[in-house]
């Protein structure tokens, strides 16, 4: 079993920046590769970025691309969403989650394992 807890949301203004982290329990943080998801009201929850188990391999969204920078500090058992250029369509909950099994399917909720709470990110116009 894998906890994972979200912080770093708020409110901001559009063109801001916030950086998200999701930190894990466990020893076994490495072995894991690792995504955001995110969910607007009324939406369904939509892939985000995912990175692999070293952290040298990022995925990104399109809508999300060159905006978005994730990245994991192994030693910290810690995975970051750094957000810039805030636009208030990246109003959402943010879930963190792990991703046990291999494959190149990273874009699929299914296929995680483990979720976060969630971490709200508003941005105002």
């Known amino acids: 079993q894998v906890q994972l807890v979200e912080s770093g949301g708020g409110l901001v203004q559009a063109g801001g920046s916030l950086r998200l982290s999701c930190a894990a329990s466990g020893r076994t943080f490495s072995s894991y590769a690792m995504g955001w998801f995110r969910q607007a009201p009324g939406k369904e929850r939509e892939f985000v970025a995912a990175v692999s188990r070293s952290g040298l391999t990022p995925f990104y969204a399109d809508s999300v691309k060159g905006r978005f920078a994730i990245s994991r500090d192994n030693a910290k058992n810690t995975m970051y969403l750094q957000i810039n250029s805030l636009k208030p369509e990246d109003t959402a909950v943010y879930y963190c989650?792990?991703?046990?099994?291999?494959?190149?399917?990273?874009?699929?909720?299914?296929?995680?394992?483990?979720w976060g709470q969630g971490t709200q990110v508003t941005v105002s116009s």
């Open positions: 989650a792990v991703r046990r099994r291999y494959g190149s399917n990273w874009f699929d909720s299914y296929e995680y394992d483990y």
